[in-house]
T-cell receptor, first 114, second 113 residues
Framework: EAGVTQFPSHSVIEKGQTVTLRCDPI?????LYWYRRVMGKEIKFLLH????????ESGMPNNRFLAERTGGTYSTLKVQPAELEDSGVYFC????????????FGPGTRLTVL | KQEVTQIPAALSVPEGENLVLNCSFT??????LQWFRQDPGKGLTSLLL?????REQTSGRLNASLDKSSGRSTLYIAASQPGDSATYLC????????????FGKGTHLIIQP
């Protein structure tokens, strides 16, 4: 069974540019989560999808971040325009059941904003 | 607001030692607690998931305990090996209506051959 995959693994962009991160969850996992770890800080929750619906987006930093999950399969997280403080590692996770039961994490996308 | 603290932040021990990693959380109204492992440049691997009704879980040389009332969990690693070197993260549900997990900053563990 394939795990959670994320693309790209690394992205280096300049301030003001747009970047789109992609996450493919484990097949059959209705729940998809985005997390972020900035340098020196703990991993923080961004948002939670159940199928194509946003269940909780309380962790999204601001309106420069837009997450979508059309069709309830893969998800994208777009940052537009990117700022320096957006640099960090963005993790995606998926699970069959909700309430964070048995989360499977992807390898992360390392985003560097110059 | 849930907060998770992990002690120590870093630990370096010789191979073969038994060791204990500590995790504390401020809101004891949790339904489970997870320990994860993260290798450099890799994602998080779930090691153990303890439900709130359980006091401990074991997987191989790993044993995690949970004392919900005191807001503490420990991860015990027996007979440590160089391959155990990684960052170990503790996470609990954030609560307060939020869906996500609240993570500690982790314990960076180095096992010296």
């Amino acid at each position: 069974e394939a795990g959670v995959t994320q693309f790209p693994s690394h992205s280096v962009i300049e301030k003001g540019q747009t970047v789109t991160l992609r996450c493919d969850p484990i097949s059959g996992h209705d729940n998809l989560y985005w997390y972020r770890r900035v340098m020196g800080k703990e991993i923080k929750f961004l948002l939670h999808f159940v199928k194509e619906s946003k269940q909780d987006e309380s962790g999204m930093p601001n309106n420069r971040f837009l997450a979508e999950r059309t069709g309830g399969t893969y998800s994208t997280l777009k940052v537009q325009p990117a700022e320096l403080e957006d640099s960090g590692v963005y993790f995606c996770a998926s699970s069959i059941a909700d309430r964070s039961y048995g989360l499977y994490f992807g390898p992360g996308t390392r985003l560097t904003v110059l | 607001k849930q907060e998770v603290t992990q002690i120590p932040a870093a630990l370096s021990v010789p191979e073969g030692e038994n060791l204990v990693l500590n995790c504390s959380f401020t809101d004891s109204a949790i339904y489970n607690l997870q320990w994860f492992r993260q290798d450099p440049g890799k994602g998080l691997t779930s090691l153990l998931l303890i439900q709130s009704s359980q006091r401990e879980q074991t997987s191989g040389r790993l044993n995690a305990s949970l004392d919900k009332s005191s807001g503490r969990s420990t991860l015990y690693i027996a007979a440590s090996q160089p391959g155990d070197s990684a960052t170990y993260l503790c996470a609990v549900p954030s609560g307060g209506g939020a869906d996500g997990l609240t993570f500690g900053k982790g314990t960076h563990l180095i096992i010296q051959p």
